[in-house]
């Protein structure tokens, strides 16, 4: 497509890989090239198939059609370990390293230096402090690995990549976690890498770490290639509405429908109020309201304790300071069920983890919270039961529309309503949603938004989570802005109030 | 039996014989057939029942009584591995429920009467029940895995019924005691009444009530079922006080059948044989989804299995070889690498529905 | 951030006192992974000093060295137990595949056959038993603990074919080969079947600590997607230790016919029970990762001194043994949820 002219042959050239998962085309006819000695960045939105490239060429996942060549020779992977031993080494989001084993043991397994057979351990640790040193990491190599900050197991994860003189170096979303000055190093880390040679595939959210960092990349929009395109050469407009393709009208659709009107907030004793309220490593005090009818966004980084906030006020973790004040009464929330029984709604931001029951059906999953509520023994009468989950799945547009189908079978869009519809199924007077649209298809993301549009107009209070600052700002009538597990500042939501305004307070920390 | 769960899979439908051996409990009955069917041929007057002093008698009835006690420990055994869980304790409940039982008859001024008998059951349900909690105490509040927190009562509680009977093997004559193992009621034997009323009883209760979808959900995803208010831990805390419960009654069905407390044997192996139940039945062991009536079909394939190795002439002895196959076989034929197969043969006849995404 | 210094949540986690750790001086604290072995040393020192202050002879020299000789069969197979336990996993045929090996050994003796031949073969009945346990739960994805209790009835059924009544062993090789026994410092016996138990110790720690075999072992009990992520053949090594815990019970069947001379089916029932207690009271974590197999030793050693102390004591029935390894198990199992509770 765009400047084929770069520096010679190709280290990784993968052509037409495809790759199906039972009923999903995951790739299909995918094109990646990685050159030494650059940074190539892959984006996409979730669901792209970032992953799943990423995965073929790591040797995790086998490809059903299509070619890898690594140095121009051709390779199948049926592992990692042979990804590994052709040259492609891999450091992931979570940092999969063993946290039990010291650093040492985490850098050299595998490839540990013997002596008589034996594992060397004295050269072990002294060739895992060099590789250290060559990251610019003054760590004790026989100390454990989880006695570390998640910044150096990255770091600690990329040294092992280099162990084995890796020609391709894959970034899995490296920075999620870290904070400013952690990804600066890292990126100092990288940029050594480059300069000697290695080929490095960066995988991230953060627009402007890609622009930073990489030369080139590659656009991925429902598993399919969109187009490679050098940095420099392409506007981060252009970049999004490529990730993002033809469906930027429906949002500029949404955007018209939500005018941010008064905010609701007026002379009305808020549904929730939170002074001081905080958990020792979770998040540091803070105070909030979110009155009745009222959106609010919280925006921050991930890691910023958007999720422990919310968790804090949905009872699922317990506060150890501060206090809680409910429609005007001090409450306590002990567990989710106190929570519920206040009618406050907390969807968590991992949907399979901590949301879908895959196993039961798209009715029990609707139904759950309300029975849960009601207890075992009063179970909900069959008919009322079907009332309630055709009414959801109608409203929600939930598909398949089968009641009897079971939830894992469900794409993640589908099953993020049906958790929409248990939380609603509660009647709910305080929504609180973290990540409600992350990694579902842009269609089902506007039907979120408008729904929580709707449901706010109909005088709920929400509490909206996203790591897209746009999408706060469209929704909330004020934005609460938090950074390293503390909130930081709160802007009222307006016509003139854009995402740069929110951008700066996270990066002004609040001017503490 | 018939009140045992409605059967929970949804088979696609591609002909009556698809459905029929798609149907979750297909193989297992087969099984059960087979086994009655290799008796019948061995010995043909195998399925004969006769009527002998108004009680029915033959060996399906024997079938019935032997397996009480396993039928109540493997209907414990479903819910609590329908919550992830496993309890290997139940042998030793068994044991110690008997070892109670019968040392309080014993040591009563008035070993025959009713009233020693029930207050003795009493005392050894409540202490069953009493071990059960405890069990559920260190699985539930203490967050102990549950084949570790069990593991433990398993090492210790054949002691503790050991110190209860000072290492004798009790026995006792106590008629009213000896009904509930060896008595008949309606020309069936009261141990297989007991058990399988209680087994119906659950089997409703479960169905009925939203215990059965909460209990599923707990097992599935246990932070998902927090989350949405479900209390996770009572419930994990009550299946395994059920399960202890269940156990000391089963413990008092086979002290009351040979009425003598043996520390040491009563109920060895009983927690392998009713987990192999729940399995057989088709209960994955990684929780969630449970079947009481796959359970059931499993404990009458167990029962019938002893019978069968008896009845070919071989010693009782080498029973846990053929348990051995059965558990491979089984196991092997649920195992996902297996299932994979399967589906995928499924899938190119025809395929899936696509995910749809919109 | 260059000079890391462990997160607040670690630092809180390891108490103070103990010795320092390696490398740089960081201040007094043991490094908490050898947290749960000190706990059984203490333990085992606790028991040495109530039973030496209460029982006349109880520190003596042949007590101990009677110690060993009593429980090599239990450290056999706790060490092999050892190196399943730490990938996570869990063995419950080990005691059913102790007697088969045993009731074999006897079997084949008895029919004539040399000690020379028997031997190897009944050890390797054991390997055999595990290589068929960790394919089933490897290839077939069957859990670990259905997968053992397979093989438990298996072993179990498959004795009681060869043998249901005991078999006394009288071939002269093996009587002489049981029987062989040397004093260390002229008061400590050492008999054949210390000699191998410790060989096998020496093993297992050379394989856990110095081989890439045995830190995958504990990858692999670390984080078993991690391990694959890294690379490691976690399929190979997860079959293979299922291979050594069925050697090591093999083994231990063979020492266990040395220690009684004869063979039968029902030797063995419930000593899985006793082997994952000495584990797990020998500081290795359930749920894997991190554990030793020098404390699992130490583990069996408590088993022993509880039971040498209860025979010591006399009026003590013997099944106080179980209530108290009971008691223990506890013990050290909610000690662990402790010590994972403050680490998250």
Redesign the interface.
């Known amino acids: 497509m765009t400047s084929s002219d770069a520096a010679g042959r190709p280290v990784v050239e993968m052509t037409g890989i495809s790759i199906e998962f039972p009923g999903v085309k995951a790739l299909d006819q995918v094109d990646l090239r990685l050159f030494a000695g650059e940074v190539h960045a892959l984006m996409g939105e979730n669901g792209a198939g970032k992953s799943t490239l990423i995965k073929a060429l790591t040797g995790v996942y086998g490809i059903d059609s299509g070619e890898i060549l690594v140095d121009g020779a051709p390779q199948r992977f049926s592992g990692p370990g042979e990804a590994q031993a052709a040259g492609v080494a891999t450091v992931y989001q979570e940092v999969n390293l063993c946290e039990n084993l010291t650093v040492a043991e985490n850098i050299m397994l595998g490839n540990e230096p013997r002596r008589f057979g034996a594992i060397d351990w004295r050269a072990t640790r002294r060739r895992a402090a060099e590789h250290l040193a060559t990251m610019g990491l003054d760590i004790d190599p026989s100390s454990s690995l989880g006695s570390h900050s998640i910044a150096v197991q990255q770091l600690v994860a990329i040294s092992r990549a280099m162990v084995v003189d890796a020609k391709v170096l894959v970034l899995d979303e490296p920075t999620s976690s870290l904070d400013a000055d952690e990804v600066a190093r890292l990126f100092t880390v990288v940029r050594g890498l480059r300069d000697r040679g290695v080929a490095i595939l960066f995988v991230s959210h953060f627009i402007e770490q890609v622009y930073e960092i990489s030369d080139r990349m590659t656009v991925l929009r429902n598993g399919a290639r969109v187009g490679e395109f050098p940095t420099a050469e392409i506007t981060r407009a252009e970049l999004v509405s490529r990730m993002i393709g033809r469906t930027m009208e429906v949002l500029d659709d949404l955007q018209v429908r939500t005018e941010h009107t008064v905010d609701p907030a007026q002379g009305s004793t808020p549904f929730v109020r939170a002074v001081g309220l905080g958990r020792r490593g979770g998040v540091r005090p803070f105070d909030l309201e979110v009155y009745p009818g009222q959106v609010v966004g919280l925006a921050g980084l991930l890691g910023s304790g958007r999720t422990e906030l919310a968790r804090l006020l949905a009872g699922a973790d317990r506060a150890d300071s501060g206090s809680l004040e409910l429609q005007g009464r001090p409450a306590r929330l002990r567990n989710p069920r106190a929570a519920i029984g206040h009618r406050i709604a907390f969807s968590s931001e991992d949907r399979k983890g901590e949301g879908v029951v895959g196993d039961l059906t798209v009715r029990e999953n609707i139904v759950l919270g309300l029975q849960a509520d009601r207890g075992w023994l009063r179970r909900l009468p069959g008919k009322q039961v079907d009332e309630i989950v055709d009414r959801y799945v109608r409203a929600l547009n939930i598909r398949p529309a089968d009641p009897d189908a079971l939830l894992r079978n469900l794409s993640g869009g589908n099953q993020q309503k049906v958790l929409l519809a248990r939380w609603l199924a509660t009647a709910p007077e305080l929504l609180l949603l973290d990540e409600p649209t992350r990694g579902i298809d842009v269609g089902a993301k506007a039907e979120i938004q408008r729904l929580v549009a709707d449901l706010a107009a109909r005088g709920m209070a929400v509490l909206f989570i996203s790591a897209e600052l746009e999408e706060v700002l469209r929704l909330s009538h004020r934005v609460a802005v938090m950074r390293d597990r503390e909130k930081v500042g709160e802007l009222t939501n307006g016509p003139d109030v854009g995402v740069d305004d929110v951008v700066e307070l996270i990066a002004s920390g609040g001017d503490h | 039996m018939s009140a045992t769960s409605p059967a929970p899979s949804r088979a696609p439908s591609s002909g009556r014989l698809g459905t029929v051996v798609r149907h979750h409990l297909f193989w297992p009955v087969a099984a059960l057939v087979l086994l009655l069917a290799v008796n019948t041929v061995f010995r043909p007057s195998f399925l004969r029942v006769s009527i002998l002093d108004g009680h029915l008698f033959g060996s399906p009835i024997d079938i019935l009584r032997n397996c009480a006690p396993l039928m109540l420990v493997a209907l414990g055994m479903t819910l609590v591995i329908a919550t992830r869980g496993i309890d290997l304790s139940v042998g030793a409940v068994v044991a110690i429920a008997g070892a109670v039982a019968l040392t309080y008859i014993a040591r009563s001024p008035d070993p025959g009467s009713a009233g020693t008998a029930l207050t003795a059951m009493g005392i050894a349900l409540v202490l069953a029940l009493a071990l059960g909690t405890w069990n559920g105490f260190l699985v539930s509040v203490v967050g102990i895995q549950p084949i570790i927190a069990t593991l433990i009562l398993m090492t210790a509680g054949r002691g503790i019924a050991m110190l209860i009977t000072q290492g004798q093997i009790t026995t006792v004559t106590s008629a009213p005691f000896k009904t509930l193992g060896a008595g008949f009621w309606l020309g069936l034997p009261v141990a297989t009444l007991v058990a399988f009323g209680v087994f119906a009883l659950v089997a409703v209760l479960t169905r009925r009530t939203a215990l059965g979808m909460l209990v599923e959900a707990v097992g599935i995803n246990p932070s998902a079922s927090r989350l949405a208010g479900v209390q996770a831990r009572t419930i994990v805390w009550t299946v395994f006080a059920l399960s202890g419960l269940f156990s000391g009654l089963a413990g008092l069905v086979l002290a009351s059948n040979v009425m003598a407390a043996d520390a040491n044997n009563a109920g060895l192996f009983i927690e392998l044989d009713a987990i192999l139940a729940v399995v057989i039945g088709g209960t994955s062991l990684a929780g969630g989804k449970f079947s009481l009536s796959g359970t059931f079909v499993g404990v009458l394939i167990i029962a019938t299995l002893s019978l069968t190795v008896t009845n070919l002439g071989i010693s009782p002895l080498v029973t846990p070889l053929f348990k051995a196959l059965v558990v491979a076989a089984v196991t092997l034929l649920q195992s996902p690498v297996m299932r994979r197969k399967l589906a995928e043969r499924t899938r190119r006849v025809a395929p899936e529905p696509k995910v749809v995404a919109r | ?4 210094a ?6 809180r986690a390891q108490g103070p006192g103990g010795a320092p ?4 001086a ?1 201040g007094w604290r043991i ?3 050898y947290l749960p072995v000190v706990g059984t040393l203490v333990v085992l020192a606790l028991i040495l000093v109530v039973g030496g202050a209460r029982y006349d002879n109880f520190l003596s020299v042949g007590v101990l060295a009677n110690l060993f000789i009593n429980n090599s069969f239990l450290i056999v197979l706790a060490v092999g137990m050892t190196f399943v336990i730490l990938t996570g996993g ?1 063995d419950l045929s080990v005691g ?1 595949v102790l007697a088969l090996s045993s009731v074999t050994a006897a079997y084949l003796l008895n029919a004539g056959l040399p000690a020379g031949v028997v031997v190897p073969l009944v050890v390797l009945i054991g390997s055999v038993i595990g290589l068929l346990i960790g394919a ?1 739960v490897h ?5 670990p ?3 053992t ?6 072993a ?3 004795c ?2 060869i043998a ?1 009544e005991s078999i006394p062993i009288t071939d002269e090789t093996f009587v002489a080969l049981a029987g062989w026994d040397t004093w260390v410092a002229g008061q400590w016996r050492v008999t054949s079947s210390v000699v191998i138990a410790l060989v096998v110790v020496a093993v297992a720690f ?1 394989l856990l ?4 075999f045995g ?2 072992v ?2 692999i ?3 078993e ?9 976690v399929t190979r090594t997860k079959v293979l230790v299922y291979v050594i815990s069925g050697t090591c019970a093999g083994l231990g069947g063979l020492l266990f016919a040395m220690f009684s001379r004869s063979g039968y ?1 029902l030797t063995g ?1 419930a000593m899985e ?1 006793d082997a ?2 000495a584990v ?1 009271i020998g500081g290795t974590i ?2 894997g ?2 554990g030793f197999v020098l404390g699992s030793v130490l583990g069996a050693l408590v088993l022993g001194l509880i039971q040498t102390i209860i025979t010591f004591e006399g009026t003590l ?7 108290v ?3 223990l ?2 013990v050290f ?2 000690l662990q ?1 402790l010590l994972a ?1 403050r ?1 998250t």
Request: net charge positive.
């Open positions: 951030m260059t000079t890391v462990p997160r607040g949540r670690a630092a750790t390696r490398g740089r960081r490094d908490r992974r869990i059913a089933m290839v077939f994805e069957v859990q603990f259905i997968a209790l397979a093989g438990m009835f298996f179990r059924g498959l009681f074919l249901p050379y600590h110095y081989t890439q830190r995958t504990y990858a009990g670390g984080g997607a991690s391990a694959r992520l890294m690379g490691l053949p089916s029932v029970l994952i207690a797990v359930l749920t990762g991190t029935s013997s099944w106080w043994t179980k209530i390894i009971g008691g198990l506890l199992v909610v949820r509770v680490r």
